[in-house]
C-alpha cells in the first residue's frame, strides 16, 4: 500500500514557477513508477508527466515539454514536479498518482493505470 501527499501548489504569475512535491509512505514507492496529472473544473483528469521507478526515464505531455521536468528521490520517497514558465491554463488541481511496477524503466500515460493517488494541490495562474 502507498499513500501519497502533494504540497506546493499555490497562486503564482504567468510566466512564474512552483515546484510540487509528492511525498509517499510505504515502503514500496521505491518500486513504484510515478506520474502527475491535472483537473481543471468541467474538465477531465489529464496526464502531464511521468517518472519511471528508477528515475531513468521520463514522459512528458506536450504542453508541459520543455516546461516541466520531473525527478525523483527515493531515499526520501519523494517525486517533484518543477514548473516553469506557467501559463493560465496549467490552472489545474494537480495529482500524483504511483503504481508498482517489475520494469524499471517503464512509466504510463494512463489515468487508469495507476492504482495509489493523492489527494491533489491547487496549482493557480494568474494572467
Known amino acids: 500500500q502507498v499513500q501519497l501527499v502533494e504540497s506546493g501548489g499555490g497562486l503564482v504569475q504567468a510566466g512564474g514557477s512552483l515546484r510540487l512535491s509528492c511525498v509517499a509512505s510505504?515502503?514500496?514507492?521505491?518500486?513504484?513508477?510515478v506520474g502527475w496529472f491535472r483537473q481543471a473544473p468541467g474538465k477531465e483528469r489529464e496526464f502531464v508527466g511521468a517518472?519511471?521507478?528508477?528515475?531513468?526515464?521520463?514522459y512528458y505531455t506536450d504542453s508541459a515539454k520543455g516546461r516541466f521536468t520531473i525527478s525523483r528521490d527515493n531515499a526520501k520517497n519523494t517525486v517533484y514536479l518543477q514548473m516553469n514558465s506557467l501559463k493560465p491554463e496549467d490552472t489545474a488541481v494537480y495529482y500524483c498518482?504511483?503504481?508498482?511496477?517489475?520494469?524499471?524503466?517503464?512509466?504510463?500515460?494512463?489515468?487508469?493505470?495507476?492504482?495509489?493517488w493523492g489527494q491533489g494541490t491547487q496549482v493557480t495562474v494568474s494572467s
Open positions: 498518482a504511483a503504481r508498482s511496477s517489475y520494469n524499471p524503466s517503464y512509466c504510463s500515460n494512463r489515468v487508469y493505470d495507476y492504482g495509489f
Open positions: 510505504g515502503s514500496t514507492f521505491s518500486r513504484c513508477y
Open positions: 517518472v519511471s521507478r528508477s528515475g531513468t526515464s521520463t
